[in-house]
């Protein structure tokens, strides 16, 4: 390996192999880096992309990570589509880096490869808060990458550079326009600000709706209208249901900034510009979402939806085989309005959300109180959802057997769930514990028994 020795400048270079590192804007990831166990040579460098400039990126450190991802897996025996992720934490180093290990390809053939992504240590917290969206999009990335090295091995990491600079832009606005952590629920339509009680933006009936539909699709909300304040006033309200993770993986609508849908975010601001909404809003996009999604219009005071989870669920997979076929073959799916993914109109609002509405607006209005109250309101629906994962685990004795349709009916009535509305949302609450719940329990024979009682409304993208 050959050093240029002019390493710790903060614009250091550095030589991998006779690679020269590309670059990416990252304030999150100091360094990208794709690496392959060779059996006669050990770990190969195959790309290196330099981000920021927090840690020193050289020789020593790219050898490290590259030795401590793929010596450890030389025996790896699993299925040839396993991507395992790891995470290295060396404090005295002042370094962390999280891995996927996958079944790459090389000249040799099939061959054991890790995609690194190198931060300071300084940053540990922030992407703790950020680990399940970044696990998500990676493995994404890592099948995209299996298939563009099966289409043309010489070309991969040039198309896959593409994508690594896309997820990192993704992360960099998390950081620009991001949420905080902790809510104030001031600024709130909870709260006693002038935009909380102007009537003209927000009535009770649109906000049950709101806060029903974004609690059935797992807190993925986008949340459009022509007015910054009136859609990030929406954003912050809804956000108060959500973990200070979720939160995390959630942003503001910018003026500033066009931000188009990123698939596994949760909260998402669009300012709505008729020339490019339909631009910024993929379809795509919407059915690779690891959930449903929910459509807010602050402006038309319309909540709308995508089909219920297991029926996503379902599409998600399907959906997902075929572009990574039309992805090998050197063809892309055909991308169409994204309205046509969702309902015309929001459906019944739960009843739950109702009873909490009404008590909170009738305690007093005081920040402390009022925060306590939708506290009680997760735990509650946390606590329901814990004892519906316990009832379907006995009765379908441990995920062995499918719950009949009569079997889901009994389960509402032992629970008190009292309408299909609650069931939803709180088998929502259940899928982010136990991902897979509501495939599970409403599979396609509850899709067709549905369709076969209401054939009017058939999806439109099925």
Same mark, same amino acid.
């Given at each position: 390996m050959a050093n240029d020795g002019r390493m710790g400048s903060g614009e250091s270079e550095f030589h991998i192999n006779n690679l020269r590192p590309g670059r990416i804007k990252s304030s999150l990831f100091t360094a990208i880096m794709l690496a392959y166990w060779d059996n006669v040579m050990g770990p190969m460098i195959t790309k290196v992309w330099k981000?920021? =400039?927090?840690? @020193?990126?050289?020789?020593?450190?790219? $050898?490290?990570?590259? %030795?401590? /991802?793929?010596? +450890? !897996?030389?025996?790896?025996?699993?299925?040839?589509n396993t991507i395992d992720p790891k995470l290295y934490v060396l404090s005295d180093l002042g370094y962390i880096f999280f891995a996927v290990i996958f079944n790459g390809h090389s000249k040799m053939g099939q061959t054991i490869t890790s995609l690194s992504f190198i931060m300071a240590y300084t940053d540990l917290e922030k992407y703790l808060l950020l680990q399940d969206f970044i696990n998500k999009q990676v493995k994404l990335a890592v099948l995209k990458y299996r298939i563009l090295q099966r289409?043309?091995?010489?070309?991969?990491?040039?198309?896959?550079?593409?994508?690594?600079?896309?997820?990192?832009?993704?992360? =960099?606005?998390? @950081?620009?326009?991001?949420?905080?952590? $902790?809510?104030?629920? %001031?600024? /709130?339509?909870? +709260? !006693?600000s002038e935009e909380a009680n102007d009537s003209l933006l927000l009535d009770s009936k649109f906000l049950m709706k709101s806060i029903t539909s974004h609690l059935?699709?797992?807190?993925?909300?986008?949340?459009?209208?022509?007015?910054?304040?009136?859609?990030?006033?929406?954003?912050?309200?809804?956000?108060?249901?959500?973990?200070?993770?979720?939160?995390?993986?959630?942003?503001?609508?910018?003026?500033?900034?066009?931000?188009?849908?990123?698939?596994?975010?949760?909260?998402?601001?669009?300012?709505?510009?008729?020339?490019?909404?339909?631009?910024?809003?993929?379809?795509?996009?919407?059915?690779?979402n690891t959930f449903s999604v929910s459509l807010i219009n602050v402006d038309e005071k319309t909540v709308q939806q995508t089909s219920p989870l297991n029926e996503h669920g379902i599409m998600r997979k399907d959906f997902?085989?075929?572009?990574?076929?039309?992805?090998?073959?050197?063809?892309?799916?055909?991308?169409?309005?994204?309205?046509?993914?969702f309902t015309a109109e929001f459906g019944d609002i739960s009843i739950m959300v109702q009873q909490f509405i009404t008590e909170l607006f009738a305690i007093p209005n005081k920040c402390s109180i009022r925060r306590k109250h939708v506290?009680?309101?997760?735990?509650?629906?946390?606590?329901?959802?814990?004892?519906?994962?316990?009832?379907?685990?006995?009765k379908s004795d441990m995920g062995k057997e499918a719950l009949s349709i009569h079997q889901i009916r009994q389960l509402k009535q032992d629970l008190s769930i009292h309408s299909d509305s609650d069931?939803?949302?709180?088998?929502?609450?259940?899928?982010?514990?136990?991902?897979?719940?509501?495939?599970?329990?409403?599979?396609?024979?509850?899709?067709?028994?549905?369709?076969?009682?209401?054939?009017?409304?058939?999806l439109l993208w099925r």
């Open positions: 981000g920021n =400039d927090k840690v @020193e990126i050289n020789e020593e450190i790219i $050898n490290y990570v590259s %030795n401590h /991802t793929l010596s +450890g !897996e030389l025996c790896r025996q699993t299925e040839k289409k043309d091995l010489g070309n991969a990491v040039k198309v896959f550079s593409s994508y690594m600079k896309s997820f990192a832009k993704t992360i =960099d606005s998390l @950081e620009h326009s991001n949420i905080p952590e $902790n809510i104030c629920i %001031n600024n /709130t339509v909870f +709260g !006693e059935q699709t797992c807190g993925c909300t986008i949340v459009i209208g022509r007015h910054p304040y009136k859609i990030n006033l929406m954003i912050d309200t809804l956000a108060l249901f959500l973990s200070p993770g979720e939160r995390c993986c959630s942003r503001y609508a910018n003026v500033e900034k066009k931000y188009v849908f990123n698939m596994d975010l949760y909260l998402q601001g669009i300012i709505d510009e008729p020339e490019s909404v339909y631009m910024v809003i993929s379809s795509k996009n919407i059915l690779l997902l085989k075929s572009e990574l076929g039309m992805l090998l073959h050197g063809s892309e799916a055909p991308i169409y309005p994204y309205h046509q993914l506290e009680n309101f997760k735990l509650l629906l946390k606590h329901k959802s814990q004892t519906l994962l316990s009832y379907v685990e006995e069931f939803r949302m709180i088998l929502a609450a259940a899928e982010k514990i136990h991902p897979g719940i509501a495939v599970f329990m409403e599979g396609d024979d509850y899709i067709k028994e549905r369709e076969i009682q209401a054939p009017s409304a058939s």
